[in-house]
C-alpha cells in the first residue's frame, strides 16, 4: 500500500482538471506518454469449466468462505469475423471458490442463444452493441438484400455482470433478457425476458436492493408515442420454487423530453426512499438505431453526446412511485456508476463517478485498446478523466423557498443547489477527492460495504485508479477527509475491488478487499488478490495458472 506515488508517465499543465486543447478534430484532456500495450488482455480465451487449485503466497484469511464471481467478455471471434467493440465479446464467467484458506478457479461461457448460434455457424450472426452481423453469405444477393430491412434482435449476451433477485444469480446485460446461473458449477440455467413480466425493452445490469430483499431497477420501454423511462420493483422472495421475475411492477414511468431521443443510463442512485434517475446528455437516436441494419451500422452508430443539454436529476419516491414534481439540473456531466446515495436532514447526499464529457463509449473498440506507442497514447489522452463528486438535493423545495441563495446549509460541503425558478434547482458538486487522485487517472468501478452502509452515511468507498484504458491501481478513497491509499505493481491490471466484510465486524472497513488481477507481460500468470481494506496492505494471493481477459463486475457469494 502507498499513499501518493507518481506513476510512471506525466500529466501536462499545472492544473491537471484543464482540457489540452488540440489543432485537430480531436480533443485532449492530459498529455500522458510511453502507456504500455494491453492488448493481451482483450484476447479470447479458453473456458476452464472444471476447478482448479491455485498456488497460496502469503495468507488468505480462512474466514473467507464463499464465491467470488466475475463477469465479462472472453471471447471476440468467430471464424474469419471479429467482433469490433470491447462490450461485444461473449460472456465468460469465473468463480474463484475460497474456503479455508484455499482457492480454486473456473470458468465457463455463457451458453447464451447468440453464443449458440455464433458458435454453430462459426461466424458471428447476432449483432452486438458495436458490431453488425453481416448477412449470410450463402444467400443469394436479392436474399441478403431484404435480410437488411429485418429489424436488429436484442443480443442475450449477459457480460456485464452478476445480479441477485430473489436469491437466485443472473448475469445481465442491457437489454430485456438475462440468464439465471448456478453460481456453484457456473451453468446456464434458463433464460429470463423482463418483458414477459412488464412492458420494459431492457433494463439495466446494476439493480439496488433494499434490506429485506426488494430489488430496484429502471428500464426503458418504446412504443408509438416515444420513449420513456420506467422505475422497476421485483418482490423478495419466490411464491413458487420455479419464480424468476414474477410479481415484477413499474412503480413509475417518466417522460422523456424527446422522446426520439432518450437518454442513455447505465445505473442509477437510491436512498432508503427515494429512487435519483440521472437523465444525462449522452443520447440514443433510435431513428439511427433502428435503421442501422438497412445502414450497414452498429447500435453504437446512434449513441451520441450532446454538451449543450443539461444533466437532470429526477426523484421517485419508491413508496408511493410519486415522481417529484422538482427537478434538478447540474452542466453537462456523464456517470456510469454511483458510489452512494443518502438522506441527512432533509438533503440526499448523492456520490458518483462523473467526466465532463460523454464520448468514452464509442472510444473502447477493441482496434483502440490493441493500439501501441503514441497511437494508444492518443486514445487514452482523448478520453475524458472521471471523478468522484458530491450532489447534495434539498428536499423541501416549495413556492416560498426564495430564488438565487445556496439551500445547501450543511457546513461540511461545497455542493450548491440554488432555486432557479418554479421547481427548478441548478446544482454544482463538491469534489470527493483530493489533487494526488489526477496522478492516477481518476477512478472507476467504485464499490462500498453495501450490505451496511448502502443507502447510509458512509466514510469509505474502493475503485480502480485509470491511468490506461483499464484499472491499473486500486484505491480505498476516504470522502470524509478525501486521503486515499492505493495499490499498484507496475505491469499488472487490477479488476473491481469488492469489499467482503469479516465476522462480527464492527467499524465499516473491518474486512478485506478482493480483486483479480492480470498482466500482458507474462503468460497464465493470473491471480486473486486480498487486501486488508483497513490499511490497503496484501495478505495474500492466489496465483491461478490460466490467462484471463480485462472483466466488468462482479459479486461475493457469502456461505457456501
Known sequence: MKTSKPPRT?????NPRKKISSNNKNQYFTDVHGLPSIEKLVCSVDETPQPITTKIRGTIPSWIHGNFLRNGPGKFEFGNTQFNHWFDGMALMHQCRIEGGKVTYMSRFLNSDCYKANAENNRIVVSEFGTLAMPDPCKNFFQRFLSRFEMQQPTDNASVSFVEYKGDYYVSTETNYMHRIDPETLETKQKVDWSKFIAVNGATAHPHTDPDGTTYNMGNSYTSKGASYNIIKVPPEKINPEDTLEGATVICTIPCEDKTKPSYYHSFAMSENYVVFIEQPIKLDLLKIVTGKLRGKGISDGVYWDPKLQTVFHLINKHT????PIKYYANPLSTFHQIN??????????????SDDGKAINNFLLQ?????????DEVYNTICRIFPRRFVLPLVVGKDTPCGQN???RPDSTATATKTGENKVYCTHEDLHGGDLHEYGGLEFPQINYKMYNTHPYRYFYACGFRHLVGDS???MDVQDKHMKIWQQPGYYPSEPVFVPSPNAVEEDDGVVLSVVITPNKDKSTFLLVLDAKDFEELGRAEVPVNIPYGFHGAFQAGI
Do not use: H, P, V, W
Open 474 to 476: 486500486l484505491i480505498k
Open 368 to 376: 483502440n485498446l490493441r493500439k501501441s506507442g503514441d497511437a494508444l
Open 321 to 324: 412511485g410519486r415522481l417529484s
Open 407 to 409: 439551500l445547501n446549509t
Open 10 to 14: 506525466t500529466m501536462a499543465g499545472d
Open 341 to 354: 446515495c443518502y438522506e441527512e436532514n432533509g438533503f440526499i447526499i448523492m456520490d458518483m463517478c462523473c
